[in-house]
């Protein structure tokens, strides 16, 4: 049981505060709700640069990084397609440290010409390193469109292409960070060994002044019901050849997710799951097959993916990868094999809480999805599923219909 005290600021800032004496860090983690999303899509990859520009400095603090480690703290974040989420842990007897950074890159961002384009040109560079340089780098820039037609989950983090972050203007940065960065779209936890009353003065102390803004009104549009097989081939210079399939499923505040959940683990994880033990070990179509979630706050995808084996044909690997999917949707699943898969997700989900930043995010994005309390409901929502809901889902999203396949082919020499 994770034990936490919430408040919110008068500028509707809300704050979290979960206290651990077993450590002597602190963490002050500021989750923003915007992902990539968010943007316009002729515009995209704007979360994911700012990601960037919020460690090039603010106005009363030129270099970001220096005072954090001069007090013995680090610092990170990451984007995704619904949240931006930042971080930072220091020896809980600097936590003010930690407040004045964080607070003062909320207030104001220093937007200079020289940050914008220092972020512009890392940005741009992981987008050819990792996109567009590296085999199957570009999978997601793929899978996505083919996948979605209207929602913008269409395009990855890091935007549709380079030309967007190369045509951002100071005037778009701007307005970005105007509409989303303000304490009414801001959830922040401190975990560690922290007094409550102490961060509430600290947060009153840093964050009070810093105007409300407003919370921006998402209004995205929904993907139709896919009714047909979509397909996509294309030849890289690539060792192997692979298969990817991207099946709609529900969102992450769906009753059935934890079910959905499930089906991937019994299809996928760990050497004793059906899709190793078939594809792999008995069979040997696959040299590496997974199956999961992505976990979207909208209507996500189920993937299942994997690299064929030299030598074996496209048709004969899709072969092994259906029948694995008939028999999970018509043969009933072993009590057995659902408990060791629920026994897995609950080691996993009691390791995570042993581990302050991890305990510190997933209480915001709890916050976000509508309650810091589901972090402590998440365990039993895993239990309490049947095997009849896990092959309801296995028929109702591992429907062939339902499926948008990626042919990611080895070029011939």
Known sequence: MIHFDKFKLNNNLTVIVHQDKSTPMACVNILYDVGARDEDENRTGFAHLFEHLMFGGSINIPNYDEPLQMVGGENNAFTTNDITNYYCTVPAENLETAFWLESDRMLSLAFTDKSLEVQRSVVIEEFKQRYLNQPYGDVWLLLRPLAYKVHPYKWATIGKEIKHIEDATM???KAFFRKHYNPSNAIMVVAGNVEPERVKELAEKWFGPIPAGVKPERRLPEEPKQTEARTLTV???VP????YRAYHMCSRYDDAYHAVDILSDILSRGNSSRLYKSLIKDSQLFSDVHAYVM????????VISGKVNEGVSIEDAEKGIDEEIRKIQHEPIPADELQKCKNKVESTVTFSETDV????????ISELLGDADLINQEIEKYRVVTAEQVQEQARLVLDRNNCSTLYYLAKKS
């Not at 192997?240 to 298969?243: A, K, L, R, T, Y």
């Not at 976990?295 to 189920?302: I, R, V």
């Not at 930043?357 to 915001?364: G, H, I, S």
Request: net charge negative; charged share 35%; hydrophobic share 40%.
């Open 235 to 237: 030849e890289r210079d």
């Open 240 to 243: 192997v050849n692979s298969i």
């Open 295 to 302: 976990g979207d706050f909208d209507k996500g995808l189920f």
């Open 171 to 173: 005037d778009d940065v």
């Open 357 to 364: 930043l991890t305990k510190a995010t997933n209480l915001a």
